[in-house]
């Protein structure tokens, strides 16, 4: 019982904390009034993967604290891809916009038919989900190593995210979740500890 209500406790640290990890990118790029550190695939990836996370966690209905930090969560996530659009430079994705507003629309025109079949929805939002999040750091591994440079990036953005995944691989395990959240969690400790690195590695 004590075991069961510390992972009902964990889920709410470990969204609040998936939550938080965007804020110190938020305050860098203000800070900055620039996006720079961040590449465009990296933000598509990322708001790709939490359309797929909100279909699976919506419609799988995985527990209350998963749907109301999921929202959140992709609220500042559109913080991030809105101060990308607002700070515009020469470098970049070209048509940022246009193509952020086409892929929108195409999720949203999944809503109807994940309504009517929510099951099928949420499972395949959630094997989306392991595969998108899986390359989604990618990106970002490439742009600084071939940049040589971690500037414009907060480290905080990505020991944030492996504290939430420490924590949500032992929810995943004590509540017997499906098995796309283990999977998205466990991946974290290669690719983030790969930026860790290069943290590290190319640190001013």
């Given at each position: 019982?004590?075991?069961?209500?510390?992972?009902?406790?964990?889920?709410?640290?470990?969204?609040?904390?998936?939550?938080?990890?965007?804020?110190?990118?938020?305050?860098?790029?203000?800070?900055e009034r620039?996006?720079?550190?961040?590449?465009?695939?990296?933000?598509?990836?990322?708001?790709?993967?939490?359309?797929?996370?909100?279909?699976?966690?919506?419609?799988?209905?995985?527990?209350?604290?998963?749907?109301?930090?999921?929202?959140?969560?992709?609220?500042?996530?559109?913080?991030?891809?809105?101060?990308?659009?607002?700070?515009t430079s020469a470098?970049?994705?070209?048509?940022?916009?246009?193509?952020?507003?086409?892929?929108?629309?195409?999720?949203?025109?999944?809503?109807?038919?994940?309504?009517?079949?929510?099951?099928?929805?949420?499972?395949?939002?959630?094997?989306?989900?392991?595969?998108?999040?899986?390359?989604?750091?990618?990106?970002?591994?490439?742009?600084?190593?071939?940049?040589?440079?971690?500037?414009?990036?907060?480290?905080?953005?990505?020991?944030?995210?492996?504290?939430?995944?420490?924590?949500?691989?032992?929810?995943?395990?004590?509540?017997?979740?499906?098995?796309?959240?283990?999977?998205?969690?466990?991946?974290?400790?290669?690719?983030?500890?790969?930026?860790?690195?290069?943290?590290?590695?190319?640190?001013?």
């Open positions: 019982m004590l075991v069961q209500l510390f992972a009902d406790a964990a889920i709410w640290v470990s969204q609040f904390l998936y939550l938080s990890c965007f804020f110190p990118q938020i305050m860098t790029n203000f800070r620039s996006t720079h550190g961040l590449s465009d695939l990296f933000l598509f990836g990322y708001f790709n993967a939490y359309v797929a996370y909100m279909y699976y966690v919506f419609c799988l209905s995985l527990p209350f604290g998963f749907k109301v930090m999921t929202i959140a969560q992709m609220t500042a996530l559109t913080i991030l891809i809105l101060q990308r659009m607002y700070y470098y970049g994705m070209p048509h940022f916009k246009q193509i952020f507003l086409a892929n929108t629309a195409l999720f949203l025109g999944v809503f109807p038919f994940a309504m009517n079949n929510p099951q099928f929805v949420g499972d395949m939002g959630g094997w989306a989900l392991v595969t998108i999040f899986s390359v989604t750091p990618l990106p970002q591994i490439f742009k600084v190593f071939r940049e040589k440079s971690v500037s414009g990036f907060n480290i905080k953005f990505i020991l944030l995210l492996l504290a939430a995944a420490s924590l949500e691989v032992f929810v995943a395990l004590v509540l017997n979740l499906p098995l796309q959240t283990l999977l998205c969690a466990a991946k974290s400790f290669v690719v983030y500890g790969i930026i860790i690195f290069q943290f590290w590695l190319y640190r001013a």
